[in-house]
């Protein structure tokens, strides 16, 4: 960043004095678990730019929330960045034309989810005019309510895997203050290093982008976390990050999920978000690497959210790397620009191994949440049978939530859905440790999902 | 009912209604699951393994030490266990899980806390009733609430007391007949409850226990197979430790205990440590995942009151050695322990902290 | 023996070493009966601490100063003590409903349940009637002892019901063989628990 800051924003060195404000020595959580990195393949290779698909089929609605409205019609001709999808209500954020083209159809496609949403299917123009920068303002004089409306129209969404939309957190409630700012960057998912790659080579962007939210929300201290695993990028983050003294990069031990919101909000300030409340509950706010970047291109160049980086590696995958594609490009096209699948069958999974979804259509579409595609072979794992549990007691270890995952799966086996939620079901995030470590080879994850759908049934 | 949970996300679509869609059908290349996508590389088998390699070191030097008669012992133990648990599940038209070793496991714990000369028939039967009645009756691995080789070591010890109370004879309560031959053991038994009583007088036990040291650590020639080295018991923990298979705190409280208690008590806690079955127990009876606390506070409190219980009847009643009931009575305690020791879920404490801070200045403005 | 020594000895006899449920198999009914939740245990465990407590200190008094003097009590005392316990009952439950409706919420629904229940009519036997125990076989608990030995003996009781009700709620969820289900498992928990206790016997030469 730099030139177009002004000196006098909001340095503030006194903050960090104050008792309650200070950044914790703890530099890890309970629980959690260490699977095998595998990132030594991807995190040393530059962002390489994947060409365009001849069809891009870009979902209407790639956050959570309300579902956008196609505003584009069959035959209608978009420009690179032109609003094709948007919804009057708060919680949601607009959908842009990644690409140049004709608009073919608006029909469903089947989704990263195994499900099928509806998308505006654009076939590509040979010819693809570059975009203009169009800055409007520098983003060192945005007000917070500007910077609000930029986040909005860029439609940008959390992009660790959430997809929530970024200017919704960005507008806390009113009894709330928020005095900081968490920048994940722990990417601790294996396989992952799109997020790594960024703070190497857009870490001035990041701490922008930072300062923005900081901005937005009114805080006084931002934290970028990182894992230690990447030492080179707090380097970076720090080196892009020593003109402002309100800005940290905290390295963090290396373990999974380092990088889910609460844990990485205890781990830094201390603080632990109460069950069903928002980490604004304890004046927090948590937002990815890439959202940060994302929302300064779009602060500082009008840039709104058309393309990603998307780590797309795994043992299947002959050119494995970080590749900056346009939302929208179709998994099998973007594994076809890493090479293309060595052996079939695979299982591709988009997002991280641990969380992430297993695609069953190589017709899935990027999306705004997309961190990853990964090829791993069929393990053996897959196909072994769930067995008795014999209560070792590891996934009560390796759950961060402190619940007992192996009580929700007895409650649920027995259909007993209040007691489900009794112990906790509904405050599991689907981290999938208890799942990882069970030598018993019992799905918690999938039990939990059964037992939310269960619970939110019997809700309605 | 794990069989009504839908497999994946595209039969738990099918259950609620909606039509498969095509083009998701398009490739069977591309297979589906829930996350995580990768596991850890531990199994049950693996688990039961290790263990089973944990115990093998103590398990071929009692052989060494009791002789043919031994593995007679620990072969028929491990026989019946295992015969018995293939026989209920073909009986019960289950999959038979004899190659998931929890079995072998059992019969080899079983017949290492056995005297090496029982009739070949005892072990045998031990070993049926441990699975029958201490395991397969409460539903198979995972359900059972006492350790089945307890279990059946317990039926055969009040059934058959002549024959296994040569066992103990080198129980902390005993160290006078560390000097007797092995030959003269049956003659020596009936005694053993007289004996032990001018014995737990604290200057005559610390003057003969520390004699008693070098036996007990490398070759106790006195106890049950499975008791003849304490050094070979501490070789099998620490392959338990190394693998992360146990909880240190089961076996560091459990043994922590009893010497504090003798100590206080007035024995000599080194003795009280190394003698009789409390190693043993300790380090691979207690540490059972099944019959033990889920949580790390759990299982302290479960490990103290085995300690607690052992020391009690080591020095109050008449049984020679107390490990196998405070064991017991403890897996009938989990889970008691289990209800009322939970972990709090993230986030909870300051939830509640958050309440309590309200309510006071509540209060505070009502005042 | 000194006094507070004597005290104690008669505590742990009555909770551990003669344990009313594990070791002398007395009020198997309530054991298999109401030990399937642990909220309904623990009301029945207060309730018969209750009870038992007034039962004996009724009886020791009936015994004393009735049926001792006029020379009967060798034969008349269990249909005396019966009369005694279920009258007594019946009247603490009219009056705890009337004077306490909280209480009788908690405990009111066992009471009746508890009215001619023989671990009560036991406990109130032994502790009055010399000659049942080692403990008391030549001589008259006097009123504190008979009512320690009646404490430690409803303690017991409760302890032993909580625990086997705990066991019982955790195999809810398990296979249990079909004809194993229910009162059978109930019984296999209650021979493994009480060979547990059996490493109680002869503690402390009781």
Redesign the interface.
């Known amino acids: 960043m730099g030139e177009d800051e002004e000196p006098e924003s909001i340095s503030d060195e006194r903050h960090f004095e104050e008792p309650g404000l200070s950044i914790r020595r703890t530099r890890t959580f309970k629980g959690g678990?260490h699977?095998?990195r595998n990132k030594a393949e991807t995190s040393s290779k530059a962002v390489l730019r994947a060409p365009l698909p001849p069809v891009l089929s870009v979902p209407l609605t790639q956050h959570i929330g309300a579902p956008n409205e196609a505003v584009v019609t069959p035959g209608e001709h978009v420009e690179l960045g032109q609003v094709i999808g948007d919804s009057g209500a708060f919680i949601a954020a607009p959908v842009h034309a990644p690409a140049a083209g004709t608009v073919e159809a608006v029909a469903?496609?089947?989704d990263f989810?195994?499900?099928?949403a509806l998308c505006v299917v654009i076939a590509v123009d040979s010819e693809q005019p570059g975009r203009e920068a169009s800055p409007r303002e520098r983003p060192g004089g945005l007000t917070a309510e500007r910077v609000r409306v930029v986040a909005r129209e860029a439609g940008l969404v959390g992009m660790g895997g959430a997809a929530f939309p970024t200017h919704v957190k960005l507008t806390p409630p009113a009894d709330k203050a928020i005095d900081t700012v968490i920048v994940n960057g722990c990417e601790c998912e294996?396989y992952l290093t799109c997020d790594h790659r960024l703070m190497l080579e857009r870490a001035p962007e990041l701490v922008g982008g930072l300062r923005l939210f900081m901005r937005a929300v009114d805080a006084r201290r931002g934290i970028i976390g990182i894992e230690a695993d990447k030492m080179d990028a707090v380097e970076s983050v720090r080196a892009a990050a020593s003109s402002c003294a309100e800005v940290h990069a905290a390295a963090l031990d290396v373990k999974f999920p380092q990088g889910s919101e609460?844990q990485l909000i205890?781990v830094l300030t201390g603080?632990?978000?109460?069950?069903g409340?928002l980490p604004s509950e304890?004046g927090c706010l948590v937002q990815n690497a890439g959202t940060a970047v994302a929302l300064y291109e779009a602060a500082a160049t009008g840039k709104p959210l058309y393309e990603r980086v998307v780590t797309i590696t795994g043992p299947l995958v002959a050119r494995p790397g970080n590749y900056l594609a346009r939302l929208g490009s179709p998994l099998g096209f973007l594994l076809g620009v890493a090479g293309g699948l060595a052996a079939?069958?695979?299982?591709?999974?988009a997002g991280g191994?641990?969380?992430?979804?297993?695609?069953?259509?190589?017709?899935s579409p990027l999306v705004k949440g997309m961190s990853g595609i990964?090829a791993?072979p069929?393990?053996p794992?897959?196909e072994?049978e769930?067995?008795?549990?014999?209560?070792?007691?590891?996934c009560?270890d390796a759950?961060?939530?402190?619940?007992?995952p192996?009580f929700i799966v007895?409650a649920v086996?027995?259909?007993e859905w209040p007691k489900a939620q009794m112990w906790?079901a509904l405050?599991c995030f689907?981290c999938?440790c208890c799942?990882?470590?069970?030598?018993?080879?019992i799905?918690h994850?999938?039990?939990v999902?059964?037992a939310k759908a269960a619970l939110a049934r019997t809700r309605e | 009912m794990p069989e009504k949970q839908p497999d994946s996300e595209l039969e738990k679509e099918q259950e609620a209604g909606v039509e498969p869609d095509e083009a998701r059908a398009e490739s069977r290349l591309l297979n589906i699951g829930v996350s995580p996508h990768i596991r850890d590389s531990s199994t049950t088998a693996g688990i039961m393994g290790w263990v089973i390699v944990a115990l093998l070191p103590i398990t071929a030097y009692g052989i060494y030490m009791g002789g043919v008669s031994a593995a007679i012992v620990v072969a028929m133990s491990i026989l019946g266990a295992v015969a018995t648990e293939a026989v209920i599940q073909r009986l019960r038209h289950e999959p038979v899980t004899v190659n998931d070793l929890s079995a072998v496991l059992t019969g080899l714990l079983l017949g290492l806390t056995l005297p090496p000369e029982l009739p070949f028939w005892m072990p045998l039967l031990g070993g049926i009733v441990a699975i029958a009645l201490g395991k397969q009756v409460f539903g198979g691995l995972g359900h059972n609430i006492f350790n089945p080789a307890l279990v059946g070591r317990a039926v055969l010890f009040v059934s058959y007391s002549k024959y296994m109370t040569t066992s103990y004879l080198f129980s902390p309560k005993a160290p006078v007949f560390a000097s007797q031959s092995i030959k003269s053991i049956n003659a020596i038994t009936t005694a053993t409850p007289l004996a032990a009583q001018g014995l737990v007088r604290k200057d005559e036990l610390t003057v003969a226990a520390s004699r008693y040291y070098g036996p007990l650590l490398v070759g106790n020639p006195w106890g049950c197979i499975g008791e003849v080295s304490a050094v070979l018991i501490l070789v099998g923990l620490a392959i338990l430790l190394y693998k992360g298979l146990v909880d240190w705190r089961i076996p560091v409280c459990y043994v922590g205990t009893v010497v504090v208690l003798s100590w206080i008590l007035g024995m000599d806690p080194l003795f009280a440590a190394l003698a009789g079955g409390l190693l043993f127990g300790a380090c691979f009876m207690a540490t059972d995942y099944v019959t033990n606390p889920m949580t790390a506070w759990g299982k302290v409190i479960f490990a103290v009151g085995c300690g607690i219980v052992t020391t009690v009847l080591r020095f109050y009643s008449n049984l020679p050695e107390g490990v196998m009931f405070a064991i017991l009575l403890m897996n009938g305690f989990t889970p008691l322990i289990d209800r009322y020791v939970k972990p709090v879920p993230y986030g909870v404490r300051a939830m509640r902290r958050a309440q309590a801070a309200a309510e006071a200045e509540q209060a505070g403005e009502a005042a | 023996m000194n006094e507070a020594y004597r005290y104690f000895l008669i505590f742990l006899g009555a909770l551990l070493i003669y344990n009313i449920l594990l070791i002398r198999f007395i009020a198997l009914c309530p054991l298999i009966g109401v030990s399937t939740q642990v909220e309904t245990s623990i009301g029945m465990a207060m309730s018969v601490l209750f009870v038992m407590t007034m039962a004996t200190t009724a009886s020791w008094v009936a015994w004393n100063y009735i049926l001792e003097p006029l020379g009967v009590g060798e034969f008349l005392y269990i249909p005396v003590f019966i009369l005694i316990i279920a009258s007594l009952v019946q009247f603490t439950e009219m009056f705890i409903k009337k004077v306490s409706p909280p209480l009788y919420r908690a405990m009111g629904i066992y009471l009746p349940l508890i009215t001619t229940n023989c671990a009560v009519l036991a406990a109130a036997t032994e502790a009055v009637k010399p000659g049942f125990l080692k403990l008391n076989v030549a001589y008259h608990f006097s009123l504190p002892e008979a009512l320690i030995y009646t404490i430690g003996v409803a303690l017991g009781f409760g302890l032993v019901l909580i625990v086997f009700a705990c066991i019982r709620e955790r195999l809810e969820t398990s296979p249990v063989p079909h004809a194993f289900k229910g009162a059978p498992i109930a019984f296999i928990i209650a021979a493994c628990l009480s060979l547990a206790f059996m490493g109680f016997a002869n503690l402390l030469g009781l």
């Open positions: 678990v699977p095998g469903d496609v089947p989810r195994g499900k099928s294996p609460k205890h603080r632990d978000v109460p069950p409340k304890v079939e069958p695979a299982r591709v999974i191994p641990m969380t992430g979804w297993a695609q069953g259509s190589a017709q990964i791993l069929l393990l794992e897959y072994r769930e067995r008795a549990c014999v209560r070792c007691g590891k009560v759950c961060p939530m402190f619940l007992l192996n007895d086996q027995e259909e906790g405050d689907e999938g799942s990882y470590t069970c030598p018993a080879f799905p994850v999938r039990y999902r059964s």
